[in-house]
T-cell receptor
Framework: DADVTQTPRNRITKTGKRIMLECSQTKGHDRMYWYRQDPGLGLRLIYYSFDVKDINKGEISDGYSVSRQAQAKFSLSLESAIPNQTALYFC??????????????FGEGSRLTVL | RKEVEQDPGPFNVPEGATVAFNCTYSNSASQSFFWYRQDCRKEPKLLMSVYSSGNEDGRFTAQLNRASQYISLLIRDSKLSDSATYLCVVNRGSGAGSYQLTFGKGTKLSVIP
């Protein structure tokens, strides 16, 4: 079983619908992240959380919200989906280990299509 | 200069060849550097960290040149299974700085039989 699990893996929805992407992890990491990946643009950070009570915006947070329900769960919501939010979304986790601050563990991704 | 820049490729090389990728970064205060590998339609996975002294892991060698602000990845004796996109990642933070990661757009490698 994957250490970082994302659901759903694929979703097609319509403009204006509310969508939630869920992420759960069994790695015991405190830090969790949501990224989106678009062809030709690379990975961009949407939100991140360093513990249950900590939520921070990333570089492209507009149109998104998150909830850290527990150490192991971090969900991403699109309140009113729009077509340019069509992308591959990745959840990731990391531990705070001095000297290894760039080691992220990614889920398998959630492919979202907004029509 | 873009924050993290990579040649998108594709690099098409025969099996057994040696191939090298470079990545340049703009922020001289960047603290740590990494190479990730991403297979088609899969999640990125850490390939190796890049240390100031350079480091090697089997057929893979990573080097850092702080003066010129670039990192490199050398793959020797290429295998078909090395075909993937290689992402250069730069961390501008230290300590609590994982969130300051910037990903390059990736360099695509295709190893041909």
């Amino acid at each position: 079983d994957a250490d970082v699990t994302q659901t759903p893996r694929n979703r097609i929805t319509k403009t204006g619908k509310r969508i939630m992407l869920e992420c759960s992890q069994t790695k015991g990491h405190d830090r969790m992240y949501w990224y989106r990946q678009d062809p030709g643009l690379g990975l961009r950070l949407i939100y991140y959380s360093f513990d249950v009570k900590d939520i921070n915006k990333g570089e492209i947070s507009d149109g998104y919200s998150v909830s850290r329900q527990a150490q192991a769960k971090f969900s991403l919501s699109l309140e009113s989906a729009i077509p340019n939010q069509t992308a591959l979304y990745f959840c990731a986790t990391s531990a705070f280990t001095p000297g290894r601050t760039g080691e992220l563990f990614f889920g398998e991704g959630s492919r979202l299509t907004v029509l | 200069r873009k924050e993290v820049e990579q040649d998108p490729g594709p690099f098409n090389v025969p099996e057994g060849a040696t191939v090298a990728f470079n990545c340049t970064y703009s922020n001289s205060a960047s603290q740590s550097f990494f190479w990730y590998r991403q297979d088609c339609r899969k999640e990125p996975k850490l390939l190796m960290s890049v240390y100031s002294s350079g480091n090697e892991d089997g057929r893979f060698t990573a080097q850092l040149n702080r003066a010129s602000q670039y990192i490199s990845l050398l793959i020797r004796d290429s295998k078909l299974s090395d075909s993937a996109t290689y992402l250069c990642v730069v961390n501008r933070g230290s300590g609590a700085g994982s969130y300051q990661l910037t990903f390059g757009k990736g360099t695509k490698l295709s190893v041909i039989p």
